[in-house]
Every structure is written in structure tokens, then in C-alpha cells.
Nanobody, 125 residues
Framework: VQLVESGGGLVQAGGSLRLSCQAF????????IGWFRQAPGKEREGVSC????????YYADSVKGRFTISTDNAKNTVYLQMNSLKPEDTAVYYC???????????????????WGQGTQVTVSS
């Protein structure tokens, strides 16, 4: 089982980036996917998740209206479209896979078994 992320980079405030998380070895029918971020000196923060079965999506208040999580089942890939980026969005972003993820635990790292390697997002002011 592996999660491979891509798409990070440097962008100016107000710009956009799209992160990708390709899953190998498990199906989105059984696993939910969460996106987390961690800035230097701060705890890992859940920003969005998508749960299996119904595909409902959830967002932290800090990103609601700006970030969109989506899936491409044919590619076994989850995306995080990030618009209107702010300097405070700067962090290493991780995707994670959790079996039978319940949205009530969607922002808890302990709910996930598998993690990607992380991708750096830097937003300049």
C-alpha cells in the first residue's frame, strides 16, 4: 500500500495549486482520504476529507470555500484544488488513507493507517 503525492510548489498569495494523491493497493470504496498540513513548529492539521461509500466531503473552517477535494476513481487519485491561497496556507501537505473512515474522525491523524510522503506548499505574500 502506498500513497504518492505531487503538485506542491511556490505560489503567490491569491494563486492556486492542485495537489494529487495517487493510491496504490487499496480502493476508495473502502478507504476514505484525508488531507493534512503541518507548518514548522505547529501540529498536523486536518484540512479536508472524503469518506467512502457516499463520497461526502468535509472541510476545515480555515479552508472552506477555497479548497475542494475530489476523486478520480479510474486513476485511484484524490485531488485537493487550492484556490485563493494565503501565506498562512504554507505547510507540508500530506494525504492519508483510513479504512471505513468516519467523518467525525476525519481530522484525527489516528484515524488513518497510510500516509503519503508530503509535498511542500509555499505561498508568498
Amino acid at each position: 500500500v502506498q500513497l504518492v503525492e505531487s503538485g506542491g510548489g511556490l505560489v503567490q498569495a491569491g494563486g492556486s495549486l492542485r495537489l494529487s494523491c495517487q493510491a496504490f493497493g487499496f480502493s476508495f470504496d473502502d478507504y476514505g482520504i484525508g488531507w493534512f498540513r503541518q507548518a514548522p513548529g505547529k501540529e498536523r492539521e486536518g484540512v479536508s476529507c472524503i469518506v467512502p461509500n457516499n463520497g461526502n466531503t468535509y472541510y476545515a473552517d480555515s479552508v472552506k470555500g477555497r479548497f475542494t477535494i475530489s476523486t478520480d476513481n479510474a486513476k485511484n487519485t484524490v485531488y485537493l484544488q487550492m484556490n485563493s491561497l494565503k501565506p498562512e496556507d504554507t505547510a507540508v501537505y500530506y494525504c492519508a488513507g483510513g479504512w471505513a473512515l468516519d467523518h467525525r474522525r476525519g481530522y484525527s491523524p489516528a484515524a488513518y493507517e497510510y500516509w503519503g510522503q508530503g509535498t511542500q506548499v509555499t505561498v508568498s505574500s
